[in-house]
């Protein structure tokens, strides 16, 4: 039995003039990077912005200019890394149906966990192998060389989801350590870490455990608590409540081994999910 996990409806008379609007805006700063490079983070944000947006008015994400705007927030959000990450002056980069050169940027302030886990799940969603290998040999070095505050948890995360992509050996203890990093007292802010943050964990658990019913329940809780945490007054109507981009990138795992997924919910767009728009053009 299908379990549907509804998208409160949300006003959509002016989406089309702002979705040009940040249209607009995002192709400015792509078209910039090769003249400042140290624009990636801005450009990270508002392309994953734009993307999510999107799916309001397509919560399938059926159409083209969906998945380019996906394309498009994924292409950047791993030039982030591969600008910060190379060893040359400059690296090339495809953004937005253009090869680019890009300025080595080295650490900056948007090269951060956050940032990568961002650019892991896009690549997940986009089915991108050869970029979600580059994500997973970046040096977790590099990620703390900023000095931003971000809790233990979230590296224990990546180096759990980098140590699976990459074969590497313990990934149990990884993905425990990962977990016991989410618990309420060990956390500065208890309610976005357990609604948003540990429950992909817990879906990652049951998908590498191969136990099919209790990844579609991880799934499904997932999408309750994301709708719990996005339909709070005071953040009804941003745009990363649109879509449930760490569930919808683990369940894409999921789909490509062939676990049956038994929920559906505009939260999970369906043609991204089903990976349909794959391969429409060069990325």
Not at 20 to 36: F, H, K, P, T, Y
Not at 48 to 76: G, K
Not at 172 to 185: H, M
């Amino acid at each position: 039995m299908v379990s549907i996990i509804s998208r409160p409806p949300l006003p959509t008379g002016n989406a089309e003039e702002g979705l040009a609007m940040l249209q607009e805006n995002a192709q400015e700063l792509i078209d910039g990077l090769e003249e400042r490079s140290t624009r990636l983070g801005d450009t990270q944000r508002i392309t994953l912005t734009l993307a999510q947006s999107r799916c309001l008015v397509d919560p399938r994400a059926s159409i083209f200019p969906t998945w380019d705007a996906w394309v498009n927030a994924m292409q950047v959000s791993s030039a982030v890394f591969a600008a910060a990450t190379t060893t040359e002056d400059q690296v090339q980069c495809r953004i937005a149906h253009k090869d680019r050169t890009l300025q080595a940027t080295g650490p900056q302030w948007y090269v951060t966990p956050g940032a990568w886990i961002s650019a892991f799940y896009l690549a997940v969603v986009c089915r991108e192998r050869d970029r979600i290998t580059a994500l997973c040999n970046v040096p977790m070095a590099l990620l703390r060389e900023n000095g931003a505050q971000f809790e233990e948890y979230h590296y224990a995360w990546i180096d759990t989801l980098q140590t699976y992509w990459l074969g590497g050996p313990d990934l149990g203890p990884k993905l425990v350590a990962a977990v016991d990093g989410t618990e309420p007292e060990a956390v500065a802010d208890p309610e976005t870490v357990g609604k948003l943050l540990y429950p992909p964990m817990e879906m990652f658990h049951r998908f590498i455990r191969k136990d099919n019913a209790g990844f579609n329940r991880a799934l499904t809780r997932a999408l309750e608590l994301h709708k719990d945490y996005w339909t709070e007054e005071s953040r009804a109507f941003q745009a990363s409540g649109l879509v449930a981009l760490a569930p919808l990138a683990i369940a894409c795992m999921a789909h490509d081994a062939g676990i049956p997924l038994e929920v559906e919910s505009d939260y999970l767009p369906a043609t991204l999910l089903g990976r349909n728009w794959c391969g429409e053009f060069p990325t």
